[in-house]
């Protein structure tokens, strides 16, 4: 009888009672799955290392790098690298690649709980709902006049990136008549179309939009794909908005538009350096949100993710292709045989 595939689950995963965030109902996909062993690694980590590559065939991970260096040890055994989530920016895809290790994530869970939150943040901005939470705890009830909010039908809504999170984003907003504009080189307007939506330009998009929301991969053509030139573009008046990733966005030149007036205010569930430093200017501005990239964070949200991601690993170990796959290319290598 063969050996039982070992596969771990990256500890970060787990809230302060030791329980899976995600819940228990998904870790029915491996207790179920025959031939397959599973354990939480023994310690928290940051980083995937040599170890860990050695110990398991497939992992499942929330927060940890997967760096070049988890591939080059001896012995390796690791086939599989599961993201909880949709970006994979803190893994290594190319060395993954070379070595024969599937990478997968969960893009599917993701674009209606992330429109979700963009929404909120426009609404929220909309409504200065936070201005008005801290007067009226203050006792400034008389201030109402001082506090307009901005009433949405007719305004421009921009989203940067119409991949599924952008796309449903922009769906949604159609309950709000909003005008709806799409900067996406690779987006299809046909189907934005579709949706009552308009591919522009990411000038245009900056220059008409009343609300701008980032909602692109990071990669290293997105890295400071908005910086002090693109706030100069925006209106006055704009808010601007951040589901993505921190280092999108020139965190530097965001603080500096806030400050000089450049633009009117942000909401940011992602910050370059994470944690965020409590040192961060944005943490001290009235006229921003923030949160800890977590905001998209619900129980739905969780259990879709790790059912998503926790079937890709058995499907891959049982030999059959899961249906997300970062790697693509890697479908050919000889450590892998996947129908």
């Known amino acids: 009888?063969?050996?039982?595939?070992?596969?771990?689950?990256?500890?970060?995963?787990?809230?302060?009672?030791?329980?899976?965030?995600?819940?228990?109902?998904?870790?029915?996909?491996?207790?179920?799955?025959?031939?397959?062993?599973?354990?939480?690694?023994?310690?928290?980590?940051?980083?995937?290392?040599?170890?860990?590559?050695?110990?398991?065939?497939?992992?499942?991970?929330?927060?940890?790098?997967?760096?070049?260096?988890?591939?080059?040890?001896?012995?390796?055994?690791?086939?599989?690298?599961?993201?909880?989530?949709?970006?994979?920016?803190?893994?290594?895809?190319?060395a993954m690649t070379a070595a024969g290790?599937?990478?997968?994530?969960?893009?599917?869970?993701?674009?209606?709980?992330?429109?979700?939150?963009?929404?909120?943040?426009?609404?929220?901005?909309?409504?200065?709902?936070?201005?008005?939470d801290r007067m009226t705890r203050a006792g400034r009830w008389h201030e109402r006049m001082d506090h307009m909010g901005t009433g949405l039908t007719g305004r421009t809504l921009g989203v940067i990136g119409a991949g599924g999170i952008g796309k449903e984003l922009l769906r949604m907003a159609a309950a709000f008549d909003l005008r709806r504009l799409a900067a996406d080189p690779f987006a299809n307007d046909v189907?934005?179309?579709y949706i009552g939506a308009r591919r522009v330009d990411l000038d245009t998009l900056l220059r008409e939009s009343d609300f701008v929301v980032v909602a692109c991969l990071l990669n290293e053509g997105t890295?400071?794909?908005?910086?002090?030139?693109?706030?100069?573009?925006?209106?006055?008046s704009a808010a601007f908005i951040n589901v993505a990733r921190g280092p999108i966005v020139d965190e530097a030149a965001l603080i500096e538009a806030l400050r000089t007036g450049r633009i009117a205010a942000a909401a940011t569930d992602v910050f370059e350096q994470e944690p965020v430093d409590p040192a961060n200017p944005l943490l001290s501005m009235?006229?921003?949100?923030?949160?800890?990239?977590?905001?998209?964070w619900t129980d739905e949200c969780f259990h879709n993710m790790a059912s998503i991601g926790l079937k890709s690993i058995v499907d891959a170990l049982a030999g059959r292709r899961p249906e997300f796959v970062v790697n693509r290319e890697v479908l050919g290598h000889p450590r892998l045989r996947l129908a």
Request: charged share 20%.
């Open 1 to 94: 009888m063969s050996a039982p595939m070992k596969v771990g689950i990256t500890r970060d995963i787990l809230d302060s009672r030791g329980e899976p965030a995600f819940g228990r109902a998904a870790l029915a996909i491996l207790d179920n799955a025959a031939g397959i062993e599973w354990e939480y690694l023994p310690e928290r980590v940051t980083a995937i290392g040599p170890a860990h590559a050695a110990a398991y065939d497939a992992l499942y991970v929330n927060t940890p790098r997967v760096p070049a260096a988890a591939v080059a040890g001896p012995g390796l055994r690791l086939r599989v690298v599961a993201r909880h989530g949709v970006g994979y920016d803190s893994v290594d895809v190319d």
């Open 223 to 236: 890295r400071h794909l908005i910086g002090a030139p693109q706030f100069a573009r925006m209106k006055p």
């Open 286 to 296: 009235d006229n921003v949100i923030v949160t800890p990239h977590s905001l998209c």
């Open 191 to 193: 189907e934005l179309g």
């Open 101 to 132: 290790v599937l990478v997968t994530n969960t893009p599917a869970a993701m674009p209606r709980p992330v429109a979700t939150i963009a929404l909120t943040f426009i609404l929220a901005l909309a409504g200065r709902l936070f201005e008005k």
